[in-house]
């Protein structure tokens, strides 16, 4: 099978896999009955379902086979990367540094998803956020974070 | 109570200095959301819906209506100037709007689209004030089995009015409701898929998912991304605004049936402003004596969708204030946002909180004339806006997002979550899995499941009893009508020709 009928049948197979690792683990919960349905039936209905429409997908992926594909632009994995190791960043450091070098390091980060950078233009951004954030969320809703150090 | 009852008690609620400046507040970060590609009313509402804790409930769902309703009037300022959507709803404007813009009618074009959106909204309005007194005074009759099914509706008729696949579609609402399971079971306290996480047994937060699913995975898409081109529209004069009279003659009749056709739609449990755009373009074209215009810039083109869309978003109301279930996913959020308060949507929202339901109907009045104002004569300071290299402002909504998950719970672990998901969305949006209806099954989960087991209580374990109370049975009936329309593939197959561009 090569990569192309690979990613054609996946996302249906994703589907199908998500619905029976579901009921799976519905069926460790009591599932009762009809008359007095526990707190797995309802699960294990929704991951049959899902399991079902799955295999929907499957097969309009197979009715599809044939349909030129769609040109698919490449995979952005530079911006992907850089969301999730910014976001990543910011949940680790921002109790332990502070909110505003927290949030610097946030805008470092994302500035790589882009082709090029302007460090002038980020650090207006910077302090735009380090103000803004600061007064609405620190100190105007009283989250329990510090601009600068620990919390 | 009497609707002149209702309205005088409304304008002593909106007209309160603090409702009218939260519905100022509301329509002009609305109206900037809206304006600003990348960034939709979703969004924003998530956004703001941590800060609204300190608020007033009625204040609070003033602001976040405001923000709704305002992102609709933004949202054709970008697919005018710039081809580029400034919400997903106005994606159908693009067509005539760009074309009119590259004509050098950008004005008149802005100008068609305010009042469009005007008599839309105005026009729905009307219709809530008359409907959803009247609809929640008879869902007051529904037991169980009756609710169950209208919520079935709501969510069948979510998945299977979308352009893409309607596997994909129903897919993810079922997926949603998976997500809803999540948690502490009310009725026995079972853990269920919370794998040990403490974290988890409250179940995920709406605002995490929400945000997650359309926040972080639109900044996915469009970061990185070159930037559309603007098409150059110098000083915006008053003058350049005002249609002719034949221009007015031209809009008038496209306007009306886009409102009726929205208001249709947008009443609908489940069917979003996406659609009702869509449908007003497609039947404008269709009944058109020179359909060859359009794509090239007909007035009809934009007037129609415009006014569709404004109607469809004021219409969701109906059955959110009057049943409890949310007539889109934005209005969903708005849903938990009122749990949130501690007021429960539903059919007693009209008695219990009077001044609630006419304040907030009588504030879209207000924010309508407001917006009206804030696209018009101050239509030059948005259009500046978008000048501002937006994608200045991808971390600052990442910034906010991470702060907003997190000051729901003071906890970190929101944050991963609304990652995760914002991957999951981004991959989604990618292989066309619609992510709409994931929220609406995720808040409406819970309520399906519980009225199922409480209906099978009652009835002692009888299927049969959802089709036994003949509101049920028609909501049943209904359902099994859209699920049918979906295996009825040439209803499809038409649809989708008339339909060029999916929007959702």
């Given at each position: ?58 097969g ?6 044939r ?49 090029q ?35 | 109570?009497?609707i002149?009852h209702g ?33 939709g ?104 089995a ?138 404008e ?36 204030l ?37 304040g ?67 991959l ?72 060029p561009?999916?929007?959702?």
């Amino acid at each position: 099978m090569n990569r192309h009928l690979i990613s054609h049948y996946l996302p249906g197979a994703i589907v199908v896999a998500a619905g029976l690792a579901i009921a799976l683990v519905a069926g460790t919960y009591p599932l009762g009955s009809l008359l007095r349905p526990g707190p797995g039936f309802f699960p294990m209905v929704v991951a049959v379902l899902l399991a079902l429409l799955g295999l929907g997908v499957l097969g309009e992926a197979f009715a599809a086979r044939r349909a030129a594909a769609p040109p698919q632009q490449p995979f952005p994995w530079r911006a992907v990367l850089c969301t999730c190791a910014a976001v990543l960043a910011f949940a680790f450091s921002v109790e332990r540094i502070g909110f505003i070098p927290a949030a610097c390091l946030l805008i470092a980060i994302t500035a790589f998803a882009e082709p090029q950078r302007s460090w002038p233009r980020l650090a207006i951004v910077a302090l735009f956020i380090a103000v803004f954030g600061s007064i609405v969320f620190i100190w105007g809703l009283g989250l329990p974070l510090n601009t600068f150090g620990a919390s | 109570m009497d609707i002149l009852h209702g309205i005088e008690l409304g304008l002593h609620t909106a007209l309160t200095w603090h409702a009218l400046l939260y519905c100022l507040i509301g329509v002009s970060v609305g109206t900037f959301v809206g304006v600003l590609p990348g960034i939709g009313a979703l969004a924003a509402i998530s956004l703001a819906l941590p800060l609204t804790y300190y608020l007033d409930p009625t204040d609070a769902l003033i602001m976040l209506a405001g923000i709704f309703y305002g992102a609709q009037y933004g949202g054709s300022t970008a697919s005018i100037l710039l081809n580029l959507p400034g919400t997903a709803t106005a994606a159908i404007t693009c067509l005539d709007g760009y074309p009119l813009a590259q004509q050098g009618k950008a004005p008149l074009a802005i100008f068609v689209t305010a009042i469009n959106s005007f008599v839309g909204s105005t026009f729905a309005i009307i219709l809530v004030m008359g409907f959803a007194p009247l609809i929640a005074e008879f869902a007051l009759k529904f037991g169980a089995a009756d609710y169950f099914a209208v919520i079935l509706l709501g969510l069948v008729a979510a998945s299977t009015m979308t352009l893409g696949s309607p596997f994909k579609a129903l897919g993810m609402v079922v997926f949603g409701l998976a997500l809803g399971m999540v948690g502490t079971d009310v009725n026995t306290g079972q853990f269920r898929f919370t794998f040990g996480v403490f974290e988890l047994a409250d179940g995920f937060s709406i605002v995490a998912l929400a945000m997650g699913l359309f926040g972080v995975a639109e900044i996915i898409a469009n970061i990185g991304q070159p930037a559309g081109v603007m098409q150059a529209v110098g000083k915006i004069r008053f003058r350049d605004m005002l249609p002719t009279r034949k221009e007015w003659k031209v809009i008038t009749w496209p306007t009306l049936r886009g409102s009726a056709i929205g208001s249709f739609v947008g009443a609908l449990p489940g069917t979003g402003p996406g659609i009702a755009s869509l449908m007003a373009y497609a039947v404008e074209k269709r009944i058109s004596k020179h359909p060859e215009t359009f794509g090239k810039g007909a007035l009809e083109g934009i007037s129609a969708p415009e006014a569709a869309n404004n109607a469809s978003v004021q219409a969701a109301f109906i059955p959110t204030l009057s049943l409890g279930i949310p007539g889109d996913a934005v209005v969903a959020v708005l849903m938990g946002a009122m749990i949130l308060h501690g007021i429960t949507p539903g059919p007693n929202l009209i008695n219990e909180q009077p001044q609630m339901f006419w304040g907030l109907i009588m504030s879209f009045w207000v924010g309508n004339l407001l917006l009206l104002v804030l696209n018009i004569p101050l239509i030059g300071m948005w259009v500046k806006l978008l000048s501002v290299p937006y994608r200045m402002l991808y971390p600052c909504v990442l910034i906010f997002i991470c702060l907003g998950v997190y000051s729901a719970n003071n906890n970190v672990f929101d944050i991963f979550v609304v990652l995760g998901f914002g991957i999951l969305g981004y991959l989604m949006r990618r292989t066309g899995f619609p992510a709409t209806p994931v929220l609406l099954g995720f808040i409406l989960g819970p309520l399906l499941e519980e009225n199922f087991r409480r209906a099978m209580l009652l009835s002692k374990g009888d299927l049969m009893v959802f089709f036994e109370s003949p509101i049920s049975a028609v909501f049943m009936g209904l359902s099994l009508l859209f699920i049918a329309s979906v295996f009825l593939p040439g209803l499809r197959a038409r649809l989708s020709r008339r339909a060029p561009k999916a929007s959702e």
